[in-house]
């Protein structure tokens, strides 16, 4: 039986999913089992897996069929200790991030889907895109970390303004 806190994070994946199959018209689903099988240490198995599987096992969200870049991983936790992006390093934010690098390609559109209680939804997107395309940012802050820099920002707000963009930067 999974513990509360799998089933919280389990339920968010769902949400996102369900999200973005509706904004997009195309299907969205949470990865069964969830996590990156290609990612980390396990990046090896991309040798021998075709692009269809290995686009359904990157990060928390299996993309519609029209979005082989996307790469997304969800977080859903009780709090989140947002005084410290102020401050200096934020450990918690720098392991989801190297987490959904793990299962990065270069070309790669990469985003962190985050839910805190009683305090909102945000994403966190690599604001220096490979793909050159405008990704726009508004009552935003900028976290740099070893994977460079990245734009932290309300999750609705962020969809309402680059619903298209993040289309054509995944496509």
């Given at each position: 039986?999974?513990?509360?806190?799998?089933?919280?994070?389990?339920?968010?994946?769902?949400?996102?999913?369900?999200?973005?199959?509706?904004?997009?018209?195309?299907?969205?689903?949470?990865?069964?089992?969830?996590?990156?099988?290609?990612?980390?240490?396990?990046?090896?198995?991309?040798?021998?897996?075709?692009?269809?599987?290995?686009?359904?096992?990157?990060?928390?969200?299996?993309?519609?069929?029209?979005?082989?870049?996307?790469?997304?991983?969800?977080?859903?936790?009780?709090?989140f200790p947002f005084h410290q992006l102020f401050t200096g390093p934020v450990k918690q934010l720098d392991t989801w991030i190297d987490q959904l690098m793990s299962a990065a390609d270069p070309d790669d559109f990469n985003i962190l889907i985050m839910k805190f209680n009683r305090k909102g939804k945000f994403v966190a997107i690599q604001f220096d895109h490979p793909s050159d395309l405008p990704i726009f940012v508004e009552r935003h802050f900028l976290y740099e970390n070893r994977h460079g820099r990245w734009a932290i920002m309300e999750y609705d707000r962020y969809w309402e303004l680059n619903k298209d963009m993040v289309s054509v930067a995944c496509g």
């Open positions: 039986m999974p513990s509360p806190s799998k089933n919280k994070g389990n339920a968010w994946e769902r949400d996102v999913a369900k999200h973005l199959t509706e904004l997009y018209g195309e299907t969205f689903i949470r990865a069964p089992g969830s996590g990156a099988y290609v990612g980390g240490t396990n990046n090896v198995r991309k040798e021998y897996l075709h692009e269809g599987q290995i686009r359904s096992f990157k990060g928390d969200i299996i993309p519609g069929q029209s979005f082989p870049k996307f790469n997304a991983e969800c977080k859903s936790y009780k709090d």
